[in-house]
C-alpha cells in the first residue's frame, strides 16, 4: 500500500510541529505538504519553524519549503487529506474551503460545536463518524472536517467512558491542573508561572462542559442526543511542561467502588485493544492505573503508552456521594493524545473505515 | 501594659521559625525561650536554626541561647504561655506536660480530635473558647491547649464559614494546589518539583474533612456538634513557595449567586472587623475577593493583609446544582494564615478574654 | 523641607512600577505626575499599570490619572525632576526633550555612552557628577540627563571598586546567571524557563564591557577616562524572578588574598557609611559578605539592605594567578540596586550637592 | 558473538538506574546481576529501585531479584564485567574487591586520583588505557578498575581535547550552572530551587580541576604527565533537571578565532568518528556546534545524539587575551554522556582492545 499523502495547515506552530513529530515514520500517511502564514512562504521549514520540542527535526522534513496557507488551495488536488493546526480563529473559514474537496482532521475548535460535524476520539465515540456522510450532504462536500477535543477534554471523556457505560453519570466535577505547552508558544510569561500558578484559562472551561457531553453522547440517526449530566469544572495552569492533570469527582447512577472502576477499565482496554489495537498510534493501554498513591506525575508518566495512554490514579470512594460517588486524577499528555497525535489516531481510524 | 512571656517549642525548625517571624515587633508578648531538640541544645539560635525565611533574623533573637525541649518542663514557671511548632509525633505527649501548668498554642495536630479541644480560628469559632474550661475541668490542668486548624483546612473554612452562616452548606468539593513549604525542609526533592506536580500529600486529605466540620461545628453545652455536611478533597503539591490554592464547589441549601455570595463576604468582614478588627495580626479584610478572572495569583496575592487574609477570586455559579451551587478559588497564606500567625491571632484573642 | 515633586516618564512597565514602589513614602521626593503611552492616557494608574509587583500597589498613586508622555513636555514646569523608565528605543529623543528644562533621572540606556554623561553610582564614582555642568554646557540645557548602569554592570562595579581602588585590576572575567525580571514583562516564555536557562541575553555582554570601564574611570578635566583592563563576559538568564548572580575572576595588580579582599570590603563599607550613609535608600551596608559556602542565593539574600546591598561570598584565591587572582560570587537585585531604587539613591546623592 | 555477562554494583539508586537504562537492548553486554544494600536484597528490582526517569523500566529487569552487594563478591566468576555505581565513600573499598577477579567500570570517584588508574574518556585519552597494565601488575589485580571523570569534568575537557591538541592552552575560567539531577536523589530540596539558585557544589570545583588535567595529560612510559595549565572554576546549581551547562574562557598557546575553533571540531568529530564510530554508544558528533546565538539549552539539545555528544554554542574571541583566548559555551548531558552511559562507552572501547 502506498502511502496517504498529507499536507499540514499551520505547519510552523506549535500545533502543527507537533503533527510533523507524530506523522514521522507514519506507516500510513507522509507528510508531502507544509503551510503556514506569508511570513514563512518559501522558507525551508527548518528555517520557518522555531522548532522547540526535545527530539530533533528531521532533515528531510526541514529541508521542505514551506506553502503559503492562503494559497494552498490551488494544490488541493496533489494531497489525500489535510491536518489542520490552524488557529481557532482561522479554522472556521479556511477548513472549510479544503473540507468542499478533501478531509481535513483538525485540532481547531472552529466547526467543534456544528451539529453536523463529529469530534471524533475512536475509543469514545467511533459511531460518531456516522455523522461524516450527514456533513457532506448537507453541505455538498467531497470532503469533511473531523476535529478532536480540546487536550483538558481529552483526558476526562476517555477515563469518563467506562464509567458511563458502566455505572451511569449523575454529575462531574473538575479541576485541572494543565500544563504550559497548552497555551502555545510563547503563551505565560515566565514571570507569571516560577513561584507561581494562574487560576484561570481563557475558554477553557466552556470548552469541556459542552465536548464531554457531545462526545459521550449517542449517535442516533443522523445527529448526536448530548449525554445527559451535568460538568462543573474549574481550570488552572501550573508550572509544568507538558501533561495536564484533573482532578476528578463523578456522582454514578449505580454504585461503583474503587475495584468496581479498575475492573471497568481493564475490561474498556481489552475492548479498546480489540477495536483499535491494529491503529499505529494506538496506545497497548488505553488507560493506565497507578496504584502507587502518589501517581501519576506529569515528568514520570505522561509518555505511558508514547504519550497516548491516559494515566490514572488516587481512585477512591467519594465522601459525599458514598458508593454512588467515585473520585481520582488522571494525566494525558497534552500535545500528544489532546493534540496531533490523538487526531492522527482519529485519522488512521477513519481510514481503516474507508474514508481516505 | 508589660508583654507577656512566651516560649517557643520546636523553635528552629520551618514552624517554629514562623513563629519567631510573627511575633516580631509584637505589642503583647516577647519570645522569652526558644526550645529544640538536644542537638542544638546550648547553641545561640542564629546557629541553631538553618534559617530560611527571606526577611532577615533579628540579631537578638539570633544571639538567644537554645533550651532542649526535653528539660523546658523545667522553665515552665518562667513563662506565661508556650506556641509549639513541635513534630505531630512529639506534640500529644510533650504539650500536655506543658498544658499541665500553663497554655499552650499550638501548629501540631496531636490535640486536634479531642472532644474537649477547640481548633481555634477566631473568625470561624470564636465561641469554641468555651471548651477551653470543660478541658481544664476533665484533665486537671492549670494549663490547656488550644491548636490551629491544618493550613489546607484554614483557607477553606474561612471562605466556608459566610457561606454555612448566610446559605446553608450541603456538600463541599475541594482540590487542592497546595506550596511546597507546607512539606516543611527539606520536604520534597527538587527533582519532584521542577516540571512537575505531585496529586496526593499524605494524611491531608483525612485531615480537611475531620476539621472542617468541627471547626464550623457549634459549640453547645459543653461540647461541639460538628456541621452536617460532608466534604471531599483531593490535594495535589505544585511549584510554588508559599500560598496554598483551592478550586472550591459549594451544594448551598438555600440559593446562592455570586453577587449574593461577594455580599456575604463584605457582611463577614465588616462583623470580623468589629470583632477581632483590634488583635494585632487580624487583617483588615478577612476575605479579599478579587475580580480580575486571572487572580488570585500566589505570588502577587499571598501577601495581601499581611499574608493574614484569605484572597477569593473566580466567584461563579456552578453548573451542576445552578443557584444551589457556587465555585471559586481561595488562596491562603500557609505558613502564615495557615501556621505560626494564624495561632498568634487565636493566642491575641484569647488574650482579649482574659485566658493569659 | 517640602519635598521635590518627581514626574515618571514610562511609569506603565515593568522598570517604572519599580519606581513607584522606590519612591513610596520617600522623605526627600513626591510622586507629582505620571506618563506612559497614549493607550493609557486618561486611565487612573491603578488601571492602566498591570501592577506585578509583590507588595500591594497605594491607593492614592492607583487613583492618579496617567498622562500621555508625548504631551509631558507641555507640563515640564509643574516638576522639579524626571526619573524615565522609558524604552531604551525612545530614551534618546525623549529624555533630551526634557533635560532642557530640568534634571531626568534615568534607567535607560540611551545616554550612557555618551562623553558627557555620567552613568552614577554614589559608592563607585560620585566624582562623575562633575561631567552634568560639561553636559549642561555643551548641549545648552538648563537640566541634565543622569543615568544609571545596566542591572548587571551594577554588582560588578559595586564588588569590584574597593579591588580596583585598593588592589588594581589587569583583566576580569564574569559569567552573570541573570533573574528574569531583568527582561521585562512578558520577557521570557515560560515553555523557555521550566528544566531549562538560556545561554544568552540580546546586547548584554557589550554593555557590561564598555559600561565597567567607563563607570571606574577617572574624571579628569572635563572628561572620563576608562579604567584600563579588559572585561570578558558571558550572560545568561535563569529561573529566578529577582537577583542577578554574577561569577567573577579577576587578576589583580597587587597580590590580594581573600582575607586582603574582605578587610578592603569592611573597609570600603565604613567608607560608603561615612560618605553616602544618610541618604534615605543607602544601604546599611554597601557590601555584604556571607561566610557560608553556599551564600548568597537570590531568594534568601536578595532583599538584604532593603534590596540595595550587593551580596558577596565564595571569595578564593584563584587557581591561574595565584596571590593575583580572587574569585567570588556576587548577587544584586537587579530591579531595586541595579535599576529604580538604585537610580534613586543617585538622584539623592545629587540633592545633596544642590543639583535640584 | 554471545554477549558479556555485566553485574550492576548499587543499582537501586539514581546512578544505578542509569546503567540500567543505558544497558537497554545493548548488542554487546547484557545486564545478568543486580546487587545494591541489605535493604534491597530479595527484592525484585521494580519493586526496590524507586525508579524515577521518564522512559519506563523494561518488565524483565523490573522482575530480576537484587542481590546484596556485601554477598555479590561469591558470585564473581558468574560475570564478565561489572558496573559500578556505588556511592564515592564505598566505591574505594568494594570496587578493589571485585578487580582481583574481574573488570569493574565506574562512575565513582574513589579510584579516580590513584596514579594507576585511568579516568577514561575514550575521544579524549584513549591511550590511558595502557595504565591497566601496570595496575594490574602493581596490585596483582585479574581485573581492574577504569572510572570516568566527574560529570562536569565531561564537558570541559571534551570540548578542551581539540583546542588542547591544536592550539595549546595557557589557562582555564570556568563557570557552571549544573544540573539538579547531579546531586542524586533525592539531592537539593524544592525549596531550595523555585526561584533560587545554589553558587556552589560540595568538593566539585577541586575535582573538576584534577581531572581535567589528568584527563588531558599524556601517557608517557607507565604513567600520567598532567597536561600543565591552571584550571579555576565556580560550580553553581540551577532549576534544571538534566544537562550541565559550563561557560568556559580559554587562553590558548596559538592564536585562536572562532572560525578556526569550529575547524578544529569539525576535524576532531572525524577523528572520532574514524576510531570510536563503531562503538554502540558513540555519538554521531562528539562536538555539535549550534549556530543560534541563543543556543545550547537543556532542555532543547540535551538528548542530541542520544545524550552523548558534547553541544558547545556562543563561540566568542576573548576581550581580555584577543587572539589568543577563545570563550564558548557547553552543554553536556550529565546523566547520560557525564555518567553512566559515558561509562558504557568506555568499556565498548575497552572491549574492541579486548580487555574483556
Known sequence: MSKK???????????????????????????????????SEGKPYGVAAKWFTSSPLQEDIAAMTVGNVEK???????????????????????EGLFAEHKPVISTASGYRYEDDVPILVPEVNAPHSELIKIQQEKRGWKGFVVPGPNCTTMGLIISLKPIYEKFGVKSVFMT?????????????????????????IAKEEGKVVIETVKTLGAYDQGSIQNAGFPVSCTCTRVAVIDGHMLSIFVQT??????????????????????????????????????????????RLDREIGDGMSTVVGRIRQDEVYGQHGIKYVALSHNTKRGAAKGELMAAEYLMTQGYF
Chains 1, 2, 3, 4 share one sequence.
Not at 9 to 21: H, P
Not at 286 to 291: D, G, M, Q, S, Y
Open 5 to 39: 499523502k498529507a499536507a499540514i495547515l499551520g505547519a510552523t506552530g506549535a500545533a502543527g510541529q507537533q503533527f510533523v513529530e507524530a506523522l514521522k515514520d507514519h506507516p500510513w500517511f507522509e507528510i508531502a505538504g507544509l503551510y503556514a502564514s506569508e511570513r
Open 72 to 94: 494552498a488551495i490551488h494544490d488541493v488536488d496533489q494531497y489525500d487529506l489535510f491536518f489542520s493546526a490552524l488557529p481557532s480563529g482561522l479554522s472556521k473559514e479556511v
Open 253 to 298: 447512577e449505580k454504585p461503583c467502588t474503587p475495584d468496581d472502576l479498575k475492573a471497568a477499565f481493564v475490561e474498556f482496554n481489552d475492548s479498546c485493544r480489540k477495536e483499535f489495537g491494529d491503529l499505529p498510534s494506538s496506545p497497548k493501554d488505553a488507560i493506565v492505573v497507578k496504584n502507587e498513591e502518589n501517581r501519576p506525575q506529569p
Open 176 to 200: 485541572s491542573m494543565q500544563a504550559l505547552s497548552g497555551a502555545g508558544y510563547p503563551g505565560h510569561s515566565s514571570l507569571d508561572i516560577v513561584d507561581n500558578m494562574i487560576p484561570f
